[in-house]
C-alpha cells in the first residue's frame, strides 16, 4: 500500500498515457486507474495482426500486472469534477489529481471505439479473412497506419496487388521531403502503386471488410476486392466534455492551457490523444507528456505551486517518427536525420515495441 495520506491520483483511461503514467507514480500517490476494456490494445501491433493474428496474443495484454499498490478499476468513467470521477454505473471515485487519458477510436480492425476487446479479436479475424480472400487491396489514406499497413501486405503477400491513395501531393507531409520519397520508392519497388494527391469520392464503413470500386477526386476508378480506410483517429471526449468551459480545437481535441489542464479546475489535466496539446496524435507525443506529468504531479504532490513550475513544451518540428514497412524495411526522421531500413527495422520493424509494452504492463 502506499504510504497513509498520499495523495489520490485518479486517471481515466488506461492506454498509453494512462498506463505508463499509473505505473510511474505508483510508488509515491494513491493510484487509481480507470479503464472500461479488458487489456491494453497496442495499436502499432495491431496493423501487422492484419496479416499475422498470432500477434494478437501480445499485441493485446491485460490490466492485471499493471500497478503493484494502485488499482485499476474496470469500469467506464461518465464525468468529472474536480473532487473526482463518476462512472457509468454511478460509482464515485475521489481524487486529489484527475487526469483525463480517454484517447480515440479508430477503425476497426486497429482499434475499438468502446473497448470490447473481444469485439475487436473478433473484427481482427474477420479483417484478415478477408485479406487472405482478396487479390486486390486498397488502401485509402496514407498516414502512418495505411503507409505501414501497405508495406505489411506486400510484404507478406508480395502476390497480391495493394494500391495506396495519399491525398497530398506527397507522403508525410509534416516531415522533410526525403522521408515521404524514401518511403514511396520503398513501397513501389515492393510492387504497392502509390498514388498521391487524390481523394476517395465515396468510402464503404469502416467497420466490416469490402470490396467494390472507388473513384478517386483524378477521376481515377479503382476495383478491389478489400478496401480499407485508413483516416485516422476520433478523439474520446465525452468525459471531458463534463468540465466547465471546455473549449475545442479544431481538429476535435478538447483545448488545454501551458499545464495541459482543459478546463478552469487546477487539479484536472488531459494528455495524450484527447488534448490538444500542440502534438500529433502520437505515442511519440505521449513518450514527452507523461513524463511532465509525472514530474509536474509529484511537485505539486510536494507543496509546490503549478505557477512556479515548468509549463508543458510540444515536440514542434522534432517529433521523430520511425515507419516499418514490414518487419525487414522502412524509413525514419530521428534527430534532424532519415534514416533507413537498419535503424527502422532495429528500432521499431522487428519487435514493434511488443516487448516494451508487454513489460510495462507486467508480462513477460
Ligand atoms: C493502428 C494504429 C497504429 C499506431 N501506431 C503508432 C505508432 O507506431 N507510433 C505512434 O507514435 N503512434 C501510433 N499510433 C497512435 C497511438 O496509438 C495513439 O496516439 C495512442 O493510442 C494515444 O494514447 P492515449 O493514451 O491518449 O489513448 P488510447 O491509447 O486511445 O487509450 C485510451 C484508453 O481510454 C479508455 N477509455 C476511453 N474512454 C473511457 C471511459 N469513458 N472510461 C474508461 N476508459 C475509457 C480506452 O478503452 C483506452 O484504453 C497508432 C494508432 C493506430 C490506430
Known sequence: MTAA???KLVIVGGGYLGSDLAKSLDAVMDVTLI?????FTHAPAMIRAMVDPALLDRALIPYDGLLSRGRVIRGEAASVDGGGVTLTD????????????????????????TGDIEGLRADAA???????GASRVLIIGAGAVGTELAGEIAHAHPDKTVTLVASDPALFPGFPAKLGASLAAKLQAMGVKVITGARAASLPGRDQPEGGTVTLSNGAAIEADLIVPAVGSRPLTSVADTLPDVGRAADGRVAVDGYLRPSSLPNVFAAGDIAAAGDAMTIVAISRQKPWLEKTLKS????KRIEGLKPYAPWGEKAPILVPLGPRRGSSYLMVATLGDWVTRMMKGRDLFLTKYNKLLGRA
Request: glycine share 14%.
Open 35 to 39: 479503464e472500461r476494456a479488458s487489456h
Open 90 to 113: 454511478g460509482t464515485r471515485i475521489a481524487g486529489d489529481y484527475i487526469v483525463l487519458a480517454t484517447g480515440s477510436a479508430n477503425a476497426a480492425p486497429f482499434k475499438s471505439a
Open 5 to 7: 495520506g498520499a495523495p
Open 300 to 303: 505539486l504532490a510536494g507543496g
Open 126 to 132: 474477420r479483417w484478415n479473412a478477408a485479406l487472405r
